[in-house]
């Protein structure tokens, strides 16, 4: 039986430890063997906002520079991208790269993607995603790798490999896809419609430090000590939720993986190399997304049920205005128009707020939070 996942201890963002771990968390999956000179490989990182790497929000460049001293050692040329949540263009990317810290990427010999063209390509397969725009320099390449950082997230609880090929939307038509997929099952659905489309040939998860609490972009950061990789980003996402305690229910892009047969009911059927078990973290502080309950039928009864759930006890966005500072990027960025500004502070209008958490991800100080209404504070008691 072949080998799911692959995990190893990773304590530090020292190079020699990035470079160590990386080689021996690739050899129970043959390596890097499939690697080709001249070809161009593509890394799809998590550069979510232009935040420093010890934010904890954004894969660290000591793993993506020694990623791609092993790729170029193969004879590969080595492009690095992503296109986070704002314009997809030179200027504000080239900001992300900067702080991001990608200098040490390009010292390395990686190229940070300066192709800021985008096309529409169809996706017949797709379950509810059949046509999508996506960010060229992805499609250009010869493979992809999806190199993603361990978080917790808003809308569906744990960002890590699935949610990572959002990326590939490019930033301005972001809110549209949350607009057309409100709920964290139908979004989720949609991630796994890209996951498949790109079938990225090596997944991988930097949990040296992960994010927890407010993730994806205003948690903290949290020591995990581990690096994982796969071939599949939903078993990899598998064991990453299982090692802080949550299951394929918990997490929405999880329960729409297994909708298709693509991962077990639990992370304890994985082909495993490695002692997971020894960084499993029983009190990291996670975002509560009842999914499961969301993954409803199509009758009447099973669309009222829903939606009278997603009233009483989903999780919505707040504001806690002790830490806004007025700036109006989250009305700018709701898809829903559901938030106005009253003497300079947020104001989210419950009827037409979508619950997309396009505002708690991107507000530049984290003064979006997620909270739970009081019904579902008082069913987890």
Not at 64 to 82: F, K, N, Q, S
Request: aromatic share 8%; glycine share 8%.
């Amino acid at each position: 039986m072949g080998v799911d996942v692959s995990l190893v201890p990773c304590a530090s963002y020292d190079p020699a430890e990035c470079r160590r771990a990386l080689t021996e968390v690739l050899a129970p999956l043959g390596g890097l063997d499939w690697v080709r000179p001249g070809m161009r490989v593509a890394i799809k990182a998590n550069l979510v906002a232009p935040m420093r790497p010890e934010a904890a929000a954004t894969t660290h460049p000591a793993l993506l520079a020694a990623l791609t001293g092993l790729l170029r050692e193969r004879g590969a040329t080595v492009v690095i991208g992503d296109s986070p949540g704002g314009l997809w263009n030179a200027a504000y990317v080239g900001r992300v790269y900067a702080a991001a810290g990608m200098r040490a990427a390009e010292e390395a010999g990686a190229f940070l993607n300066d192709d800021f063209s985008w096309e529409t390509v169809q996706n017949p397969s797709g379950m509810v995603c059949h046509e999508f725009p996506c960010t060229s320099y992805l499609r250009k390449a010869d493979a992809v790798i999806d190199f993603c950082k361990f978080k917790t997230h808003g809308m569906i609880g744990f960002s890590a490999a699935a949610k990572n090929l959002f990326g590939a939307v490019p930033g301005t038509m972001k809110p549209e896809f949350h607009f057309r997929y409100p709920n964290p099952a139908d979004f989720a659905r949609m991630i796994v419609d890209l996951d498949e489309f790109f079938r990225p040939r090596l997944c991988l998860t930097d949990a040296v430090v992960g994010m927890e609490g407010n993730g994806p972009t205003a948690g903290t950061p949290r020591q995990v000590g581990a690096l994982l990789a796969s071939a599949s980003p939903h078993q990899l996402d598998l064991l990453s939720a299982a090692l802080i305690g949550l299951s394929r229910k918990d997490v929405p892009t999880l329960e729409a993986a297994g909708e298709r047969g693509l991962i077990p009911a639990s992370a304890e059927e994985l082909n495993v190399a490695g002692d997971w078990r020894a960084f499993r973290i029983p009190d990291y502080r996670c975002v509560a997304v009842p999914s499961s309950l969301l993954f409803r039928g199509g009758s009447v009864w099973g669309k009222f049920r829903g939606s009278l759930i997603q009233r009483l006890i989903c999780p919505r966005p707040a504001v806690d205005a002790s830490v806004c500072v007025g700036c109006g990027k989250c009305r700018s960025l709701c898809p829903a128009n559901a938030i106005r500004l009253e003497n300079g502070v947020p104001v989210i209008a419950r009827k037409r707020c979508i619950r997309c958490f396009c505002c708690q991800e991107f507000c530049p100080k984290g003064a979006m939070r997620v909270i739970r209404p009081p019904a579902a504070r008082l069913l987890s008691r």
